[in-house]
Nanobody, 122 residues
Framework: QVQLVESGGGLVQAGGSLRLSCAASGRTFSSYAMGWFRQAPGKEREFVAAISWSGGSTYHADSVKGRFTISRDNAKNTVYLRMNSLKPEDTAVYYC???????????????WGKGTLVTVSS
């Protein structure tokens, strides 16, 4: 069992930056691949970024490539999402998720956090 708690969301102006954190419970965090997903009002949940258990492989959606960076610190049981050059269309609830094998499909994720809201004003 893995429990995930996101933090770091908030209100930011367009062009600004935020860093989201996702703290995981349990001693097996380092054996899980992690992902960030987001869901905007009235839209389906979409993939944002993923990272392998070791951190050696990362994947980013085209919509955030070059602006967002996923990383992890297994010693701290935490995965991060650094978001730069934020746009109003990045406004969403951001969720972190865990799975045994690196995945970009939300259906393949095993555990989910409750999300943190990011609002980008124009």
């Amino acid at each position: 069992q893995v429990q995930l708690v996101e933090s770091g969301g908030g209100l930011v102006q367009a062009g600004g930056s935020l860093r989201l954190s996702c703290a995981a419970s349990g001693r097996t965090f380092s054996s899980y691949a992690m992902g960030w997903f987001r869901q905007a009002p009235g839209k389906e949940r979409e993939f944002v970024a993923a990272i392998s258990w070791s951190g050696g492989s990362t994947y980013h959606a085209d919509s955030v490539k070059g602006r967002f960076t996923i990383s992890r610190d297994n010693a701290k049981n935490t995965v991060y999402l650094r978001m730069n050059s934020l746009k109003p269309e990045d406004t969403a609830v951001y969720y972190c998720a865990a799975t045994r094998a690196t995945a970009t499909n939300s259906n393949e994720m095993e555990y989910w956090g409750k999300g943190t809201l990011v609002t980008v004003s124009s």
